[in-house]
Nanobody
């Protein structure tokens, strides 16, 4: 089993930055790909970013490209989402996810494990 625990969410003013962390534990040696998703009230879960095992390949949703950066530290078994220039429409619960296999994916159904989510609220 794999456990994912997100942290770093909170209330932030528009234009500011926030970094989310996702700590992985358990049977993680077979995990190759990690992703971040978000879900706003009344909306479907939305892909944000994904990263391969080495961290050398990443992909982003168009809505956050250039503002968000995904990275990982395999020594700490942690993946990060650096979010800059936050907007009120970025308000959502952010979820970390893990999938087996090296192919990047923006589809939530292809991820095998999920964290409990962390709330990000962007408001003045």
């Amino acid at each position: 089993q794999v456990q994912l625990v997100e942290s770093g969410g909170g209330l932030v003013q528009p234009g500011r930055s926030l970094t989310l962390s996702c700590a992985a534990s358990g049977s993680i040696r077979s995990i190759l790909t990690m992703g971040w998703f978000r879900q706003a009230p009344g909306k479907e879960r939305e892909f944000m970013a994904t990263i391969n095992w080495s961290g050398g390949v990443t992909a982003y949703a168009d809505s956050v490209k250039g503002r968000f950066t995904i990275s990982r530290d395999n020594v700490k078994n942690t993946v990060y989402l650096q979010m800059n220039g936050l907007k009120p429409e970025d308000t959502a619960v952010y979820y970390c996810a893990a999938k087996f296999g090296g192919r990047l994916s923006f589809m939530s159904g292809e991820y095998d494990h999920w964290g409990q989510g962390t709330q990000v609220t962007v408001s003045s």
